[in-house]
């Protein structure tokens, strides 16, 4: 049996609109594809705020960036098959 995907889903710990439209977009996707998620709310000082904090959100996809700012279900679905 093939191991579902490990999905990060990073974002600030506020929120943000780009946010909030990208794991909406996560949210579809999880009705065609299957994939485990975790979701990260980092902040300044936090290990990942230094890597990622201009590039909110960030979706990693098996430890390797697939996404940043915005994705699409349909995208989401291509990387995670």
Not at 28 to 43: G, N, P, Q, T, W
Request: proline share 2%; net charge negative.
């Amino acid at each position: 049996m093939k191991q579902k995907p490990h999905v990060q889903f990073i974002t600030k710990e506020e929120g943000c609109s780009l946010c909030d439209d990208a794991f909406a977009e996560l949210e579809s996707a999880m009705d065609y594809v299957e994939f485990d998620l975790d979701i990260l709310k980092i902040r300044d000082g936090d290990e990942l705020w230094a890597k990622y904090w201009d590039k909110i959100p960030v979706i990693l996809i098996n430890g390797k960036v697939a996404f940043k700012y915005r994705t699409s279900r349909d995208a989401l679905i291509r990387k995670l098959k």
